[in-house]
T-cell receptor
Framework: GQSLEQPSEVTAVEGAIVQINCTYQ??????LSWYQQHDGGAPTFLSYNALDGLEETGRFSSFLSRSDSYGYLLLQELQMKDSASYFC???????????FGTGTRLTVIP | DAGVIQSPRHEVTEMGQEVTLRCKPI?????LFWYRQTMMRGLELLIY????????DSGMPEDRFSAKMPNASFSTLKIQPSEPRDSAVYFC?????????????FGAGTRLSVL
């Protein structure tokens, strides 16, 4: 089966850096994605790690360590518009579907 | 491309009624996914199709739920009869394996309320 755990809530100050962690337990894992969802909106893709290490996309970076079954999303220079829910999602070898984590609600305060 | 299109955006119905949700995937995408999102259960995969063929429907809650994909540009999710516990936001998503990042593109969702 698949299990991806995240903190339920994180609060950070505008302009700061925040890290959202994701730990997973899955058989045949082969990649980790991150999605952002604003209230009332749809999930939108942020980042994907197929290999161990860091992937950087602008203010967002994502990290994966297969040996630790762990990944994180790093958001830099936080802006108020970054307040949203963030989901890690795992892919399983042989399947093309995503298993979503429990989600982390990020609140950015002035 | 207009993205994944879902209809209706909102649906309010009474218990026992049939509900049909519709989805048009992005042209050229050969995978289509149906998800349900609630506060209690989060984002759950219900079923997904590859080239119009259902691949995994293990997430479909029970026989009251059914999904079809008669062609590459259209899919439906039907609930018959509907129950209050079916109230949720239902998302459709599509993807293509050729992007290399397995990106799923989500529609705006259908907010279903069963009274």
């Amino acid at each position: 089966g698949q299990s991806l755990e995240q903190p339920s809530e994180v609060t950070a100050v505008e302009g700061a850096i925040v890290q959202i962690n994701c730990t997973y337990q899955t058989s045949g894992f082969y990649g980790l994605s991150w999605y952002q969802q604003h209230d009332g909106g749809a999930p939108t893709f942020l980042s994907y790690n197929a290999l161990d290490g860091l992937e950087e996309t602008g203010r967002f970076s994502s990290f994966l360590s297969r040996s630790d079954s762990y990944g994180y999303l790093l958001l830099q220079e936080l802006q108020m518009k970054d307040s949203a829910s963030y989901f890690c999602a795992g892919y399983q070898t042989g399947a093309n579907n995503l298993f979503f984590g429990t989600g982390t609600r990020l609140t950015v305060i002035p | 491309d207009a993205g994944v299109i879902q209809s209706p955006r909102h649906e309010v119905t009474e218990m026992g009624q049939e509900v049909t949700l519709r989805c048009k995937p992005i042209s050229g995408h050969d995978y289509l996914f149906w998800y349900r999102q609630t506060m209690m259960r989060g984002l759950e995969l219900l079923i997904y199709f590859n080239n119009n063929v259902p691949i995994d429907d293990s997430g479909m809650p029970e026989d009251r739920f059914s999904a079809k994909m008669p062609n590459a540009s259209f899919s439906t999710l039907k609930i018959q009869p509907s129950e209050p516990r079916d109230s949720a936001v239902y998302f459709c998503a599509s993807s293509s394996p050729w992007t290399g990042k397995n990106i799923q593109y989500f529609g705006a969702g259908t907010r279903l309320s069963v009274l």
